[in-house]
């Protein structure tokens, strides 16, 4: 076979990956069941749009707010501890939402340390106000998605020219109005990025909502699946899933299209502006807060109830679940590694519109919600297990042939985080000229070697960081986990839902704690490289 061929074959498996999940998804639709759709219409739609909808508003403005302010304060001021800021603000993106959400609930709910409290040493009868609602979910949304609008932002105003705002000055705009006027209509199409990719992840989220008791599109998914048994009732809901989610990428394509900035050599080099007086210390504080609520106060609420549980704990349960995590984060970050390199070798010898449009469809799980992925897997592999057993006699006693299998739960990861892995590589591989490769040909090298001696050694810290993405989310990803790891096979996360579900938030503490170091790594590796 020349490699032509296999750089077609191998993008051809590629996009299958995703089309035959999406596909018995959509197909769904076209096997229209009366029965069900009354009950979703009656019972289920109205509260799961209501919820998915409000939360989605509410997120919104939040990331906003947060990202937009704390990054225009970072890159375009100086005031004490802005250096730390700068890079800090990132960190709660090492905390999975549904983390946040049940220490968040530990701390402020009726029962947790604040309210009781109040209640006996100030007489506060009813404690705080209730936070397990719609409102309390999207604060802590909010507080754990708000770095991906501060990322962008920040770059934006960092990279922004300062003679718009100077203009702005010589014509009497005050600081606010010139922020209002000036600099933000020139980031917004950075802000919209992230705020769009922050609502994407609400859309995918499940521990979090689950967390809350707060139904949306991918807890009816499971519970469709896992309580009523209805494997086409969770296809219907995914189906309205993936259309919301469809309708944010397009959002999210007309976003990036209009981001464009005039650079105007060294004469937009940004000049910070220094705060003064109370302004400085209000800044300090502002940047302060929002750091403590979303890292800070969830890390020393953990460890307290890390080591108060901790006489409690089976170790040697705890050892097998952080096993099992590392073990499968690793596997998966291995394939995806490898899937990876070959889907951008592929891509780069072969510049047909067909190669493009294959990887571009390769890359679309990442936007598909783990619980919609679990069940566009799930049902052609059940297909294949009953054919199998009703084909061949030597399997007529089997039950189940690959489902349930660590293996089709690998898949399912795969094409979930395959866009990490091709996005990293590929942007590695943009640096290995076409002489290098033109050179390894003449000398007689085989495809297979030129791979080995020519692209592994060129990109090889491209995939050391596509690998380490993939872990630290593997390691945080609850749905797929949740709904396909083979019986009585518990990760941290998996764990974590069991104990937030009974409420059991010290139990929880520690196997979080161990999620939150593991993804600790690639923030703080991100944040020194965005500060060089």
Request: charged content about 10%; aromatic content about 12%.
């Amino acid at each position: 076979m020349n490699s032509s061929l296999f750089s077609r074959l191998w993008l051809l498996i590629c996009a299958c990956l995703v089309i035959i999940p999406l596909g018995v998804i959509v197909s769904s639709l076209g096997s229209f069941n009366a029965e069900i759709w009354q009950f979703l219409l009656d019972y289920e739609l109205p509260l799961l749009l209501k919820n998915t909808l409000l939360l989605i508003i509410g997120v919104g403005i939040g990331v906003t707010l947060l990202g937009t302010t704390t990054a225009w304060l970072t890159a375009m001021h100086r005031f004490p501890l802005q250096r730390f800021f700068a890079w800090a603000m990132m960190l709660p993106l090492a905390i999975p939402a549904y983390v946040l959400a049940f220490v968040q609930l530990g701390i402020f709910d009726y029962t947790g340390g604040i309210s009781t409290f109040l209640r006996e040493n100030w007489g506060f009868t009813n404690g705080l106000p209730d936070v397990r609602n719609g409102f309390g979910l999207t604060i802590v949304m909010s507080l754990t998605l708000y770095p991906y609008v501060y990322l962008l932002a920040k770059n934006a105003f960092g990279s922004m020219g300062v003679r718009a705002l100077e203009a702005g000055a010589s014509l009497g705009l005050s600081a606010p109005k010139a922020f209002v006027k000036l600099a933000l209509p020139m980031a917004r199409p950075w802000i919209a990025g992230g705020v769009i990719l922050a609502l994407m992840e609400v859309l995918a989220d499940f521990g979090a909502v689950s967390v809350f008791g707060y139904d949306t599109f991918t807890t009816a998914i499971y519970q469709a699946w896992f309580g009523f048994f209805s494997i086409d009732t969770a296809k219907q809901l995914a189906s309205l899933l993936i259309a919301l989610v469809f309708v944010f990428l397009v959002l999210e394509q007309l976003s990036r299209g209009r981001r464009r900035f005039e650079t105007t050599g060294r004469a937009s080099h940004h000049r910070a502006i220094v705060l003064t007086g109370v302004h400085k210390w209000l800044a300090t504080l502002y940047c302060g807060l929002i750091l403590f609520l979303a890292f800070v106060l969830p890390l020393i609420q953990l460890g307290f109830w890390a080591w108060a549980s901790l006489p409690e704990v089976a170790i040697d349960e705890l050892a097998i679940q952080i096993w099992h995590s590392v073990s499968v984060s690793l596997m998966a970050s291995v394939l995806v590694a490898v899937v990876a390199l070959f889907l951008a070798i592929s891509t780069r010898q072969d510049h047909s519109k067909f190669a493009l449009a294959s990887a571009k469809i390769s890359t679309l799980g990442y936007a598909i919600p783990g619980s919609v992925l679990a069940v566009g897997v799930f049902v052609p592999v059940a297909w294949l297990d009953n054919w199998l057993i009703a084909t061949l006699p030597s399997l007529s006693d089997a039950d189940a042939i690959f489902k349930g299998t660590l293996g089709v739960m690998l898949i399912a990861l795969l094409i979930r985080f395959l866009a990490l892995g091709v996005q990293s590589v590929d942007a590695g591989m943009k640096r290995i000229k076409s002489a290098h490769i033109e050179a390894a040909a003449s000398l007689g090298a085989t495809p297979f070697d030129t791979v080995r001696r020519v692209y592994l050694p060129l990109i090889k810290g491209s995939l050391g960081v596509a690998m380490l993405m993939v872990f630290v989310d593997t390691m945080k990803e609850m749905p797929i986990t949740l709904m396909m790891r083979p019986f009585d096979w518990d990760t941290l996360s998996v764990r974590i839902y069991s104990f937030t579900s009974e409420g059991l938030y010290d139990k929880a503490s520690l196997p979080a704690l161990a999620i939150i170091i593991a993804g600790l790594i690639p923030v703080i590796l991100f944040a020194k490289m965005d500060q060089k």
